[in-house]
C-alpha cells in the first residue's frame, strides 16, 4: 500500500475516535483544514462517504464504522509494538491510562502510582475516576481498577487488593432514638442513606448473606446520594444507615463515632481487580503498574 494511503487511514482512524477534526488534527500535528482536505480526498479515492459532518458533530458512516473496525487494532498493535521497544531503554517510558472508581483510586491506586512516579521519572500515569463502567477498549484505557466480581471473562484480571466486607452502620445519636436492626428485614423500620450509582441503573440494594441465606434488600429514607463519602458523612450526622465498605469507615468504627450492625449478615468479598484485554500487549511501562500493584496478601 502506499505510504500516502496509510497516512490518510491513520488521519481517519484520528477524526473517528476523537469525532473531532480540531481534536484530531491537534493529535497530529496539522491544521484542521489540511486534515479535512486528506479526509475528503481519502473518501474520493474510496468512492464512500465516511464522516458525516455537521457543525456540532462529526459521526462515522456505515462505512467508515466498518473501515475503523477493520483498520483499528491492526494500527493498534502496531503502536503496542513500538512502544514496548522502549524496554531496550534504560528506563521505562510513556503514558497508562487507567479507569477506576474513587474508593480504589484514594485507598490503593495512587498509593502505587505515587511511588512509581517517584522511580520511573519517564512515565506518566492519567487516572480517570468514574463510578460508571467504561469501555476500556473503545475509551482507549490501558486498564481499569473494579471489583473481581464486576469484570468481563474476557479480560485478564489481577487481584490488586484484599477481600472486602461491607458495613451498616450509624451514629450513636441515631441509634439512641432507634432501636438497631437484627436481620435485615428490620431494616424496612429504619431510615436509610440510599446510594445511586450510573453502575446500577438505579438505587442500590443492600446485599446480604448469612448461612447460604441470600437477601437483596431495597431500603428506604430521606436521602438518596451518588457518593460514598457523602453517605459516611450523613451517617455521621445522624441521619440515619449507610451501607458502605467496611474499611472505609473502619477509623469512625475505631473511634466509636460509627456503630455496625448486621456483621453476621455482611461475608466477604473478591475485592478490587486491576483488569485489561487478554490480547492486549503490555508495555514495560504498564508491567510495571502491574507489578506495583499486584495484592500479595
Not at 500535528?29 to 479535512?36: D, I, K, N
Not at 503496542?80 to 497508562?96: F, M
Not at 476500556?136 to 481498577?145: C, L, M, S, T
Amino acid at each position: 500500500m502506499p505510504r500516502q494511503n496509510i497516512n490518510d487511514l491513520l488521519a481517519f482512524r484520528a477524526v473517528a475516535r476523537e469525532r473531532s477534526f480540531t481534536r484530531a488534527a491537534a493529535q497530529m500535528g496539522v491544521s484542521p483544514s489540511a486534515l479535512s482536505h486528506t479526509i475528503r480526498g481519502l473518501e474520493e479515492r474510496l468512492g464512500l462517504r465516511l464522516l458525516t459532518r455537521t457543525t456540532r458533530n462529526v459521526a462515522p458512516t456505515q462505512a467508515g464504522e466498518r473501515l475503523l473496525a477493520t483498520i483499528g487494532p491492526h494500527f493498534d498493535e502496531i503502536e503496542a509494538g513500538l512502544a514496548a521497544l522502549s524496554e531496550l531503554r534504560d528506563k521505562p517510558a510513556g503514558t497508562i491510562r487507567i479507569t477506576t472508581g474513587v474508593d480504589a483510586a484514594q485507598t490503593i491506586l495512587w498509593p502505587a502510582v505515587a511511588k512509581l512516579l517517584t522511580v520511573y521519572p519517564d512515565i506518566n500515569v492519567e487516572i480517570s475516576v468514574n463510578s460508571g463502567f467504561v469501555d476500556i477498549v473503545a475509551e482507549r484505557f490501558d486498564g481499569g481498577v473494579r471489583l473481581g466480581e464486576t469484570i468481563a471473562q474476557d479480560m485478564v484480571a489481577v487481584r490488586i487488593g484484599p477481600d472486602i466486607r461491607m458495613a451498616a452502620v450509624a451514629s450513636a445519636s441515631y441509634f439512641s432514638a432507634h432501636k438497631p436492626p437484627r436481620t435485615p428485614h428490620d431494616l424496612a423500620h429504619h431510615n436509610c442513606i440510599n446510594l445511586r450509582f450510573p453502575t446500577l441503573g438505579g438505587l442500590y440494594a443492600w446485599e446480604f448473606e448469612k448461612g447460604g441465606r441470600v437477601l437483596n434488600v431495597r431500603v428506604d429514607g430521606q436521602l438518596i446520594v451518588n457518593d460514598v463519602a457523602l453517605a459516611r458523612q450523613a451517617a455521621l450526622d445522624g441521619s440515619g444507615i449507610a451501607y458502605l465498605p467496611q474499611h472505609y469507615v473502619q477509623a469512625e468504627l475505631d473511634a466509636d463515632r460509627l456503630t455496625g450492625v448486621l456483621g453476621d449478615w455482611s461475608p466477604p468479598f473478591p475485592g478490587y481487580h486491576l483488569y485489561y484485554p487478554s490480547r492486549r500487549h503490555q508495555s514495560p511501562a504498564f508491567a510495571l503498574l502491574v507489578e506495583a500493584l499486584r495484592y500479595r496478601g
